[in-house]
């Protein structure tokens, strides 16, 4: 089993950074696919990023890309979420996920393991 506690949300200005943590408990992230999801209210949980294991492949949606970097440090056992130019659009609850696997998925269904979720509020 493994445990994965976000944190890092809050209140931003449009354009503002926030970052992100995920840290794990339970297994050592180093064999887990990790990916970052949001979902916006009366929305579906729509993919932001993920990190295959040994950290050398990413993925982002198309809304995201160039603005937001998903990286982990497997020996503090943590997945961040650096996220700059941020829009009232990225508004939602961001929840990371864990699925043991070396190949990346994007739909939230695979993923077996999350968080609790952290709220990310962009005002205009």
């Known amino acids: 089993q493994v445990q994965l506690v976000e944190s890092g949300g809050g209140l931003v200005q449009a354009g503002g950074s926030l970052r992100l943590s995920c840290a794990a408990s339970g297994r050592t992230l180093g064999d887990y696919l990790m990916g970052w999801f949001r979902q916006a209210p009366g929305k579906e949980r729509q993919f932001v990023a993920a990190?295959?294991?040994?950290?050398?492949?990413?993925y982002y949606a198309d809304s995201v890309k160039g603005r937001f970097t998903i990286s982990r440090d497997n020996a503090k056992n943590t997945v961040y979420l650096q996220m700059n130019s941020l829009k009232p659009e990225d508004t939602a609850v961001y929840y990371c996920a864990a699925r043991p696997s070396t190949i990346v998925f994007r739909t939230a269904s695979y993923y077996p393991y999350w968080g609790q979720g952290t709220q990310v509020t962009v005002s205009s």
């Open positions: 990190i295959i294991r040994d950290g050398d492949n990413t």
